[in-house]
């Protein structure tokens, strides 16, 4: 087990000589600066997980200090020396968020049990958070619901690919559950402990993709303050999810590649090589061969991502599974909005399992949120309480923007995205050249729209 790191911080020398040799024959890995500036170039390069500095310093003061730390190393701890004249600022040091202070002069039991107290703090913390970590693992598994056999086979290649370490591609519509998938993925493996991380691919712009899962070195380019790990290095240990893969830019994706298949990583601007050892789940909403046949994603990626594919049916596939879904619901938005009991009524359920839920479970469980609040307290939940479509929508005759209606500007953008599409007969790059947008932001436009229910069929 690594030894915890502390950084004291002093100008008196003696002092700082003192606490160095006491809390290094205690096992703690102790380094020393005589002022705020030091520490601070010091903190630059490393972390620590506790800071003990005087407050009053020549330069950067205690509590500026404290502040600046906090704001490269958020959990950092701190505990501030003070004479017996400074207690206000030590109460101030407090509201800052260090976390004990102790006035000068004092004895080498005192700060030894101080610090031992400080970090049975940090332990309980961490106990708790695994705690919380566990159970808000235990609830999302159990939001994976269905009886159909469509999702039985899905929960069926979950528990034969988890205990592996075997690449997972999954694939499905948006708002499927691809992300409850992956997650179920690494809860029942031997990484459960470990980190699992999410990556947006979609989300990341294409100049900060490299440093996002690689890291970078401090100065490496511009606004790289300092160094940074990348995803791949944090999830040492963990799983990774790369959601819309097929979003990765092709410039980046022989590097991911490489990485894939050696395990090792290089940060921007260095060309040293870290070992890592990393679970990868990718997912994808597209249609992954047509971007192979286009030239746009790697095949040979593809073929190192692809080693255990799972794919996730869409809700109108597995119909039966609805009303199980619903009651799942129900019962989660109850307890949410303490309301006693909800019901759906016959005839709109009848209306429910005859939609196609364009947006699936995740359009579902927005819908059934919104009726249980617009129903208060009525305990049945009607069609008057139900919207499968957005109040705003129109059918695809009525293309043209009304100039004499004010509607709120997301639904405008919507409506010209739909007419854009229809004039260019769903081509979607012609279509965003016409708006004078990206083909990345037009395709994460419509993935909230189907994710809302708001898409239109364009024909």
């Known amino acids: 087990m690594d030894k915890q790191k502390i950084l004291v911080v002093d100008d008196d020398q003696h002092l700082r000589l003192v606490l160095s040799e006491t809390l290094t024959s205690c096992g703690y890995e102790v380094e020393t600066a ?37 704001a490269l190393y958020p959990s950092m701890g701190a505990i501030v020396i003070t004479a017996y004249g400074t207690i206000e600022r030590a109460v101030e040091a407090m509201q800052n968020r260090a976390y004990d202070f102790i006035t000068k002069p004092f004895s080498i039991s005192q700060i030894e049990s101080r610090v031992k ?62 992300e409850l998938v992956a997650q179920a993925i690494h809860d029942r493996s031997d990484r459960a402990e470990n980190a699992f991380r999410k990556i947006n691919c979609a989300a990341v712009p294409e100049t900060l993709f490299e440093s996002t899962l690689f890291g970078h070195e401090k100065g490496s380019f511009s606004g790289a303050y300092r160094q940074q790990k990348g995803i791949f290095e944090e999830c040492h240990e963990g799983t990774i999810l790369l959601d819309e893969i097929s979003e990765i830019p092709y410039s980046l994706q022989a590097k991911l590649l490489r990485v894939i298949q050696e395990m090792k990583v290089t940060r921007v601007g260095s060309t040293t090589e870290i070992p890592i050892d990393v679970r990868i789940i990718a997912t994808t909403n597209r249609d992954i061969n047509e971007l192979i ?142 708006l004078g947008i990206t083909v990345r932001t037009l395709r994460n436009k419509l993935n909230e729209y189907e994710e809302q229910g708001l898409m239109e069929d364009i024909q």
Do not use: C
């Not at 269905?146 to 205990?163: T, Y």
């Open 293 to 434: 046949e286009s030239a746009k994603f790697r095949e040979d990626l593809f073929f190192r991502l692809n080693v255990f594919p799972i794919t996730v049916p869409p809700l109108r596939e597995r119909k039966e599974d609805i009303p199980v879904i619903i009651d799942h619901f129900l019962g989660l938005f109850k307890e949410k909005y303490h309301f006693q009991k909800k019901i759906i009524a016959p005839s709109l359920m009848q209306k429910i399992m005859n939609y196609d839920w364009p947006g699936n479970v995740r359009q579902l469980q927005h819908m059934i949120e919104r009726a249980i609040l617009f129903s208060g307290k009525e305990e049945v939940i009607t069609e008057k309480h139900f919207q499968f479509k957005h109040e705003g929508f129109r059918s695809k005759k009525q293309v043209a923007v009304d100039e004499s209606e004010v509607l709120p500007l997301a639904e405008m953008e919507r409506r010209m995205i739909m007419a854009a599409l229809r004039k260019t007969n769903n081509h979607r790059t012609k279509a965003a050249e016409l």
């Open 117 to 178: 107290r400080f970090f049975e703090f940090k332990q309980l913390q961490q106990e708790n958070l695994n705690l919380k970590q566990k159970l808000e693992k235990y609830h999302l598994d159990t939001r994976i619901v269905g009886e159909s056999q469509a999702i039985k086979e899905v929960l069926n290649h979950i528990d034969i690919v988890a205990k592996s370490d075997a690449t997972v591609f999954i694939r499905g519509e948006s708002g499927t559950g691809k």
């Open 34 to 70: 005589d002022s705020g500036n030091r520490a601070l170039s010091i903190l630059e390069k490393e972390p620590f997980d506790l800071m003990i500095t005087d407050l009053m310093m020549p330069g950067i003061k205690g509590i500026e200090l404290i502040k600046k730390a906090k």
